[in-house]
């Protein structure tokens, strides 16, 4: 390796490094205390869904080409009549996703059981160094395993960027045979599959980290767009729609302990394309995870903005304004049972069915203004306020 290599990957790992702990000067809106246990039972559960998904949502083009540029061999290569011989097989029993200390790091590590067993063939073509070749090949994929150790933290915008701190790719026991093809070109070609194989295991072993770890941030952030969450919501009977923006950058590092991991988020929600205005809590409400009930239940502690901030976005955009008669009341609930007239509304408003009757239909309109809620409330043993305008 040359002073100019050097050099190169010195300024990478430079122009990479950054500030990190997240947005400072903000409280955060939502922190979420994740737990071991919780991940085990997501496992447990999703277990037998997520094999039948996986297998269903892995499918291989019948007929494709690939370019290859993988020194000394640079050639495009054409495969047709693809076929499954067996169907893949993954043993996601076997998967380890944990919470976990790894020599001075605190860490996610994940063993990831790719595929127990997968058998295909497929017509091939390619031309190297000026030589055709063609037949029809036999692939076998067996164990296969990936174990990944990875560290988050959050840069000072906010943004999740990971790290990963090991890399081990096993591919078990894969090979590759040409039936009914001369025995000697076969050779040849199961010495170059293995040495590539091995080439590649040993080179992702060497140097797989540095690697991932230079594009690792930017994916995380295009896969995400950035922290920020567009959504729309809606409730057609009530004909009530919006668009929302959810913008959950966060204010520290994610924190791994041996456990459990814990997220803080600003959780700041607009409508459409707008900022929420209102103010910022103090930082003295970053409260902390109540210690005393160890790893056994996942925790939530909630700041009022973040609700607060979504009752402005849906005030902005009529969530509040409603108009009953009736009428509505059949087109939107198919019902019957409920009449708006003079004598519902008889106990509180009597002077309606004395000018009227008791028959007389009514428009009931109510608009509810600058809804709010107030945690921490304590005034006769009561914890939390509601307050708003009708």
Request: aromatic share 16%; with cysteine.
């Amino acid at each position: 390796m040359n002073l100019k290599v050097i050099l190169l990957l010195a300024f990478l790992v430079l122009t990479q490094a950054g500030d990190f702990g997240g947005v400072k000067d903000v409280s955060p809106g939502v922190k979420v205390r994740v737990v071991q246990p919780l991940i085990e039972m997501v496992k447990k559960h999703l277990i037998p869904l997520g094999a039948a998904f996986m297998r269903y949502d892995f499918v291989v083009p019948k007929n494709g080409t690939h370019w290859v540029s993988f020194f000394p061999f640079y050639f495009t290569f054409n495969w047709s009549n693809f076929k499954e011989e067996e169907p893949v097989s993954l043993d996601l029993e076997s998967l380890v996703f944990a919470f976990v200390k790894q020599k001075d790091d605190d860490v996610i590590r994940a063993e990831i059981p790719v595929i127990r067993h997968w058998k295909c063939s497929f017509d091939y073509k390619f031309q190297m160094w000026f030589v055709p070749i063609e037949g029809r090949a036999q692939l076998e994929f067996t164990n296969i395993t990936a174990k990944v150790a990875t560290e988050f933290k959050a840069t000072d915008t906010g943004r999740l960027s990971p790290q990963l701190k090991f890399l081990d790719i096993e591919w078990g026991n894969s090979y590759i045979t040409l039936p009914g093809d001369y025995k000697i070109k076969e050779f040849a070609v199961q010495t170059v599959f293995n040495a590539v194989k091995y080439c590649l295991q040993s080179a992702m072993d060497l140097f797989g980290t540095f690697v991932l770890n230079q594009h690792l941030p930017r994916f995380t952030d295009e896969y995400l767009l950035g922290m920020v969450h567009i959504f729309d919501l809606a409730v057609p009977q009530f004909s009530k729609k919006g668009n929302f923006n959810l913008d959950y950058v966060l204010t520290a590092n994610p924190d791994i302990v041996p456990g459990h991991i814990d997220l803080a988020f600003w959780f700041d929600i607009g409508s459409e394309n707008q900022r929420c205005t209102e103010a910022h809590a103090p930082l003295s409400q970053n409260y902390p995870f109540n210690e005393g009930i160890g790893n056994d239940y996942m925790q939530f502690i909630v700041q009022d903005r973040a609700v607060n901030c979504l009752l402005r976005a849906m005030e902005k955009q009529n969530w509040f304004r409603y108009k009953w008669s009736t009428l509505d009341i059949i087109r939107r609930f198919k019902s019957h049972s409920l009449k708006i007239d003079s004598e519902y509304v008889k106990r509180y408003l009597p002077q309606f069915a004395e000018k009227y009757g008791n028959e007389q239909e009514l428009q009931i309109v109510v608009k509810m203004v600058e809804p709010r809620f107030y945690f921490g409330y304590k005034k006769e043993d009561a914890d939390v306020r509601f307050d708003a305008n009708l």
